[in-house]
């Protein structure tokens, strides 16, 4: 079979079979293709009348019917993107979201990634918030942290696939491992879905670890333990930067209002959704 003719069947099983839209059906097979040729887009393009020879072939529709089975690419390839890098994942870890993007782009755009940042990256995952920044902050020291072992093994792979030697991870329930400095950043994407949360039925979110996702308190028990205990690690002119549910602000912003915080900004995602909360510790 050609790269034409294989593309279109697989834009049509997944369209079929997952509800995708042909648009994404056709994003996806196009990535099915790219990961098992290892190619990139423009070659798929070019050579379209390309025969496929069987052994791949064979290999591209098992991933397909991976995919059918509602089965998230990320936990498919083992591996995915994130601000333009490669992250081992598997279903240890949440799949990074191009939402948490945000966070990083306050970042970069508040600190000035020559100078020297501590930074806390917790509720690691993968590690991918807490990796990026350490490339681009090579002069700075950031602490990856997660409650889940298996979790700092994903990361700690992450760290050397990068060969990140100003990235360091340890396993932590929240601050209770961190040692006792101050950081001049804290961010953190923790879990935030209230478990009664209809979303949680989404059968791509069915294969990602509860514990990655859900929170006690309808949602913000994980927010609250990490906005009452920040002020203690950061130091006096430090920012905590915190990602949180489309329709959570309010509450989030209350929080560091009640726990000392000052200069809190709120910050919008693409869409104009309030995703990030930030703020400094009075002083
Ligand atoms: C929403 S995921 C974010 C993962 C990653 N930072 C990302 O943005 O893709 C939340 C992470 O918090 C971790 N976590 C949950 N409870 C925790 C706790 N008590 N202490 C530390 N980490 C925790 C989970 O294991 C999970 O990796």
Sequence with gaps: MIIQDLTLK?????????????????????????????????????????????????KIMRLVLERISHKPLAYIFKEWKFYDMEFYINSNVLIPRQDTELLIDLIIREYNSQKKTDILDLGTGSGVIGIVLGNKFK???????????????????????HNLKNVSVIQSNWFSKIPKKKFDVIVSNP??????????????LFYEPREALISEQEGYADIIEIIK?????????GTLYIEHGYNQHKEVHQLFVDNNFTKIKHNEDLNGIIRVTSGKIKI
């Design 229 to 237: 205990i920040s002020p203690k690690f950061l130091t006096p002119s």
């Design 10 to 58: 697989i834009r049509k099983l997944l369209s079929e079979n997952l509800g995708l839209t042909l648009r994404e059906a056709n994003i996806e097979s196009i990535f099915i293709l790219r990961h098992v040729l290892r190619v990139d887009h423009e070659y798929l393009i070019k050579n379209f009348d390309k025969l496929i020879k069987t052994k791949k072939l064979d």
């Design 191 to 204: 879990p935030y879905i209230n478990k009664s949360d209809p979303h949680l039925k989404d059968k791509g």
């Design 139 to 161: 002069n700075s020291t950031i602490l990856l942290s997660d409650i889940s072992l298996n979790a700092t093994y994903i990361a700690k792979k992450n760290i050397l696939r």
